[in-house]
């Protein structure tokens, strides 16, 4: 479940998901999402950063999720269980039947994940991934 | 029978050379002589096979024995990403990025990376903290720039 606004649905865990293109044309960062530009600039050798999306999403326990990345790329979300305050996440990056990165996930309370890498015209994808909110 | 003149002589010669090569002091001066001029055989010979020899059975264990120990350490067998699947692995991991102990690892939220693969590209999975949270990383790498 997709939503625009801060309301968690029952039985469900809501993950924040921000959507950035990454290059190195131009020297600027284009986000509503600022948290991460120090870890940004750390961990990745890019220099431009525009964030083309930012949504919260309502995981319930069995059930996927797609969230459109653009270029054709999706993101695939899936809650696979709850154990009291960890999740077992699944998140794949995929276009059309191929997954470019399929990664489960366990999670403690909140957690931040950056997924990424697949290259699209406009840059490289990443996604990043907050629990916990 | 009386001998010639040449008998008589060649007899007396070896007579005489026997008597002279007889001699005690004379066979001691050829003894010390034979001693002096010819060394006892060293054991430079003998050390030099006893290595070759070892040298030998050496190469014979690496042959034998090598490929059983690189199979175990083959690593076109390990897989072409890198799975921290437990929380030993995520501290340690964790302590070579950021220098951290695993003990403030422990005392910090956590986050287990599972399992992940790629159709497209090698993976790699690294952790940095943010604050008081930690940032893991999952990336594919088909040409993007990580540094």
Not at chain 1, 112 to 117: L, M, T, W, Y
């Given at each position: 479940?997709?939503?625009?606004?801060?309301?968690?649905?029952?039985?469900?865990?809501?993950?924040?998901?921000?959507?950035?293109?990454?290059?190195?044309?131009?020297?600027?960062f284009?986000?509503?999402?600022?948290?991460?530009?120090?870890?940004?600039?750390?961990?990745?050798?890019?220099?431009?950063?525009?964030?083309?999306?930012?949504?919260?999403?309502?995981?319930?326990?069995?059930?996927?999720?797609?969230?459109?990345?653009?270029?054709?790329?999706?993101?695939?979300?899936?809650?696979?269980?709850?154990?009291?305050?960890?999740?077992y996440?699944?998140?794949?990056?995929?276009?059309?039947?191929?997954a470019?990165?399929?990664?489960?996930?366990?999670?403690?309370?909140?957690?931040?994940?950056?997924?990424?890498?697949?290259?699209t015209?406009?840059?490289?994808?990443?996604?990043?991934?907050?629990?916990?909110? | 029978?009386?001998?010639?003149?040449?008998?008589?002589?060649?007899?007396?010669?070896?007579?005489?050379?026997?008597?002279?090569?007889?001699?005690?002091?004379?066979?001691?001066?050829?003894?010390?002589?034979?001693?002096?001029?010819?060394?006892?055989?060293?054991?430079?010979?003998?050390?030099?096979?006893?290595?070759?020899?070892?040298?030998?059975?050496?190469?014979?264990?690496?042959?034998?024995?090598?490929?059983?120990?690189?199979?175990?350490?083959?690593?076109?067998?390990?897989?072409?990403?890198?799975?921290?699947?437990?929380?030993?692995?995520?501290?340690?991991?964790t302590?070579?990025?950021?220098?951290?102990?695993?003990?403030d690892?422990?005392?910090?939220?956590?986050?287990?990376?599972?399992?992940?693969?790629?159709?497209?590209?090698?993976?790699?999975?690294?952790?940095?903290?943010?604050?008081?949270?930690?940032?893991?990383?999952?990336?594919?790498?088909?040409?993007?720039?990580?540094?």
């Amino acid at each position: 479940m997709l939503l625009p606004v801060a309301v968690q649905a029952a039985g469900t865990t809501p993950v924040k998901v921000t959507i950035l293109l990454a290059s190195n044309q131009g020297k600027d960062f284009d986000m509503d999402n600022d948290d991460y530009r120090d870890e940004l600039i750390k961990l990745f050798a890019y220099s431009y950063y525009k964030q083309t999306n930012e949504l919260r999403v309502e995981l319930a326990q069995g059930k996927r999720e797609i969230v459109p990345l653009g270029d054709d790329f999706e993101l695939v979300l899936s809650l696979q269980r709850q154990e009291a305050e960890r999740i077992y996440l699944q998140a794949v990056i995929r276009k059309g039947r191929q997954a470019h990165v399929d990664t489960v996930l366990s999670i403690l309370k909140k957690g931040v994940v950056f997924v990424g890498g697949p290259e699209t015209p406009s840059g490289t994808l990443i996604v990043v991934l907050e629990t916990g909110m | 029978m009386k001998l010639s003149s040449y008998q008589a002589f060649k007899s007396a010669y070896r007579d005489t050379i026997e008597k002279e090569l007889g001699d005690p002091s004379v066979r001691r001066a050829k003894k010390e002589l034979i001693d002096a001029a010819f060394k006892p055989h060293s054991t430079g010979p003998y050390v030099m096979g006893i290595c070759l020899v070892l040298l030998a059975f050496g190469f014979a264990g690496v042959y034998l024995f090598y490929p059983k120990i690189a199979a175990k350490k083959n690593t076109a067998l390990e897989p072409a990403y890198e799975i921290v699947s437990t929380q030993k692995d995520l501290e340690t991991l964790t302590e070579k990025i950021t220098g951290e102990t695993a003990q403030d690892v422990i005392r910090r939220p956590n986050i287990e990376v599972m399992r992940v693969s790629s159709k497209t590209g090698s993976t790699i999975v690294y952790q940095r903290l943010h604050e008081d949270t930690p940032i893991t990383v999952v990336w594919v790498l088909t040409g993007g720039s990580v540094k």
